[in-house]
């Protein structure tokens, strides 16, 4: 969106996908180089850090603004009133960092703290500096990052240590008491550690500067339209907040697309690009799937009928038979049911469903028309097509089926390996690929089996360094897809697989009662399956925890207080093991207690409680802090500590 805003003045950018700090820092110093650079914009990373610091871009000077469009939230009040040169894009959140900025302040200018004693008042105030200095170090190694796999140190510069920067005051009139310093500090400790959330997402952001330019049209439109639903899918935001959004677009839409045919299966001409309003059933790519395998694999279904057991499939079947649904159409793709039956499916659902509990089905969503070139695609489905190509489109082998086989494997002519054939120099990499193809052992099992192509890798240090470049290699391949039809269908095929990754390693934790409750978390630790390799990427194994939430949510066990007994979602923790670098990926997600709500993630504070404790080696390898590495001889001795640490009552 930004990019086209750009072309459109044209003036000259250039996009930096940025996986990790590593590569955050390595695009700093190139910036900070770069004396012909004068705007740096920063999507969805930076907010949290202290961005005018010498570790970052504060050896640039004032020649370079910096603007920063970043969804997660705390941002770093440093940001906020302490960098004339950083811009920050805020949706209203600044409104509640207002409470601790007189407290920031206080603290970030570090004034002359009152001694006990009159006489010694001047060295008291000096030591009070210098205490709490040494406290700022030992809290930077706290939120500090060491890559074991290099022995270097990173500081990640967590907002409430501003130590580097800070102004000693000797002014007498700026005195305060111990008491009174140590609310301030408690208050900006409190804005920091009161766990991440999302706020607007930067496709939003980007709309509102493309709208305030006069210049929105549907294609700007349908990206953000994409963002917000990406951030509901994932249970980054409340369905209150998804509501309030999705009017403010229907409205949009209705403004850009006066002609439009809501809910329309069909473009009107070959020209059509409209983007219509729709009600989104919560069935997973039901529209190029099975009517059962868009259901079976859908986190809400499988979370009221409990999938996972022999009763819950049956229950599923007896569901589309009871709404006049026979086994075999069922089991044909979406796209080849006949029409009555599509018509009068959302009515028949909402007449039985409620029986089985399913009693929100639908929400309303958008879909948009790309002429006679394809179905018009619904915004789920994009994003869920999107997110495939930027998690699993290299890096991974994974088995994707042929449009009319089912579940054969490669050997038999159902399935085939995946390959992306869109993106920068696709011709070149299909070549690649296939050749490499050839020098490879292609192990099959009935296409249930996903084998990592970082298999014939066995030194760490290279698997790490290659982590970064197919990273960007499927960002490049996820962002020409957001252009081209053809290739954004192509992934659809590629979500599904990963979808049945999901369910099938889900399914059988369940089955083989892998979730250990230890003290206020519960724990699942992956340490050996066909799918292990694929859930060592951090999104995917994330995407895991996400549906573990979901199924379970309704099954919870209810927890005894007192006299009452009172039933309570606990945070989960899931760890996979890489054979290859011998690390543990480890994400962590706070999960709400009704469906559609959203939690504050605490794991941003305990993982860091958790490295104060056992003095583990841990490594973000994202920008996301409840995300992280470390050694496989770690884990039980973090985990332990995990549990150890100060934690609330979820």
Not at 7 to 15: G, L, P, T, V
Not at 106 to 117: G, L, N, Y
Not at 119 to 142: A, I, P
Request: with cysteine; hydrophobic share 35%; proline share 3%.
């Amino acid at each position: 969106m930004l990019s086209t805003l750009l072309h459109q003045d044209d003036i000259i950018h250039r996009i930096i996908p940025t996986p990790g700090y590593d590569e955050l820092i390595a695009a700093s110093e190139d910036a900070v180089k770069n004396n012909e650079l004068r705007t740096l914009i920063m999507l969805n990373i930076g907010g949290l850090l202290d961005l005018t610091t010498h570790d970052w871009f504060g050896n640039a000077g004032s020649r370079l603004k910096i603007h920063v469009i970043d969804s997660i939230r705390p941002i770093n009040l440093a940001n906020y009133y302490e960098a004339p040169d950083v811009f920050v894009w805020d949706d209203g959140s600044v409104e509640k960092a207002h409470e601790s900025r007189k407290s920031f302040e206080i603290t970030f200018t570090a004034p002359e703290i009152e001694s006990d004693s009159e006489d010694d008042s001047d060295l008291g105030s000096d030591d009070e500096v210098e205490h709490h200095e040494e406290e700022e170090e030992e809290d930077e190694d706290t939120y500090g990052e060491r890559d074991f796999t290099s022995g270097k140190r990173r500081s990640m510069d967590n907002g409430d240590k501003p130590s580097k920067r800070r102004r000693i005051s000797r002014d007498r009139s700026g005195r305060i008491s111990r008491e009174e310093y140590k609310s301030h500090e408690d208050t900006v400790k409190a804005y920091y550690k009161g766990g991440t959330t999302h706020g607007q997402s930067a496709a939003a952001s980007i709309y509102i500067l493309a709208t305030v330019l006069e210049r929105v049209d549907n294609d700007l439109l349908w990206l953000a339209i994409m963002g917000l639903t990406y951030q509901y899918i994932t249970s980054r935001i409340s369905r209150e907040y998804y509501d309030t959004q999705q009017a403010i677009y229907d409205d949009e839409v209705s403004r850009l697309n006066p002609l439009s045919l809501d809910g329309a299966l069909t473009s009107l001409n070959s020209d059509d690009a409209s983007v219509r309003a729709s009600d989104e059933l919560r069935f997973m790519l039901f529209r190029h799937w099975t009517l059962y395998d868009a259901m079976f694999h859908s986190s809400y279904v499988a979370s009221k009928l409990g999938i996972w057991k022999e009763r819950g499939r049956k229950r599923l079947t007896g569901l589309l038979a009871k709404i006049g649904f026979s086994i075999g159409q069922t089991q044909q793709p979406y796209a080849h049911m006949d029409m009555d039956l599509k018509r009068d499916l959302v009515q028949k659902l909402n007449d039985v469903a409620p029986e089985y509990g399913l009693v929100e089905l639908s929400y309303p969503s958008f879909m948009r028309c790309f002429g006679y070139r394809s179905q018009p695609l619904s915004a789920a489905d994009a994003v869920e097509g999107i997110s495939a190509l930027l998690d699993a489109a290299g890096g991974v082998r994974i088995d994707v089926e042929i449009e009319g086989g089912r579940n054969g494997g490669e050997w038999f002519g159902g399935g085939r390996a995946w390959q992306a054939n869109s993106g920068r120099d696709s011709g070149k990499k299909k070549k690649e690929d296939e050749k490499r193809e050839q020098s490879q052992t292609i192990v099959a099992d009935g296409g249930q089996s996903n084998v990592s192509k970082e298999l014939h890798i066995t030194n760490r240090d290279e698997l790490v360094s290659k982590r970064s470049s197919w990273w960007i290699q499927n960002f490049w391949t996820a962002y020409d897809a957001l252009n081209d039809i053809g290739a954004l269908r192509e992934a659809l095929s590629l979500a599904m697989a990963l979808h049945r990754a999901i369910i099938r390693q889900g399914t059988s934790i369940i089955d083989k009662q892998d979730i250990k409750t230890m003290a206020g978390y519960r724990v699942v630790v992956l340490s050996q399956g066909p799918d292990l390799a694929l859930f060592t990427h951090p999104s995917i194994l994330l995407r895991l925890a996400l549906w573990l939430v979901d199924a379970l949510r309704d099954h919870m066990p209810a927890v005894v207080n007192g006299s009452k007994a009172k039933r309570r979602s606990l945070p989960f923790v899931v760890a996979c093991l890489n054979e290859v670098t011998e690390t543990y990926m480890v994400v962590g997600f706070t999960a709400a207690l009704e469906f559609g709500d959203v939690r504050k993630n605490e794991f941003t504070r305990t993982f860091v409680s958790a490295r104060k404790l056992c003095r583990a080696e841990l490594r973000h390898t994202s920008f996301d802090a409840t995300v992280l590495e470390l050694p496989q001889k770690d884990l039980r001795v973090f985990l332990d500590a995990l549990c150890e640490g100060p934690h609330e009552d979820f």
